[in-house]
Nanobody
Framework: QVRVVESGGGLVQAGGSLRLSCTAS????????MAWFRQAPGKERERVSCINWRSSTYYADSMKGRFTISRDNAKNTLYLQMSSLTLEDTGIYYC????????????????????WGQGTQVTVSS
């Protein structure tokens, strides 16, 4: 059974930085795309970033230039480095193990997700 567990959320001031981590088990980690989603209060869950099995990266437009996704296959761990955080970045951040190697085929909808983490809260204060 695939399992993913996030960590690293917390409270940060606007303009600050935070790094999220996600450890996966129950899958051949280096053979799958991994992704981050987030859900702000009162809003639908949205895509944040994706990294495929070859470590090509993709970002939602509002995250480009501020967020960096990376993976350490030796540690079965996914990261999201977030900087220049704004109040609009507040929400629950979810790690997801995708069903395929490619972000292009699995990142488009929830149907492409193999397993979700429980989420980690990120709160940006003014």
């Amino acid at each position: 059974q695939v399992r993913v567990v996030e960590s690293g959320g917390g409270l940060v001031q606007a303009g600050g930085s935070l790094r999220l981590s996600c450890t996966a088990s129950g899958l051949a980690f280096d053979g799958y795309a991994m992704a981050w989603f987030r859900q702000a209060p009162g809003k639908e869950r949205e895509r944040v970033s994706c990294i495929n099995w070859r470590s090509s990266t993709y970002y939602a437009d509002s995250m480009k230039g501020r967020f960096t996704i990376s993976r350490d296959n030796a540690k079965n761990t996914l990261y999201l480095q977030m900087s220049s955080l704004t109040l609009e970045d507040t929400g629950i951040y979810y790690c997801a193990a995708l069903k395929t190697q490619w972000c292009s085929t699995s990142w488009n909808s929830r149907e492409g997700v193999n397993a979700w983490g429980q989420g980690t809260q990120v709160t940006v204060s003014s």
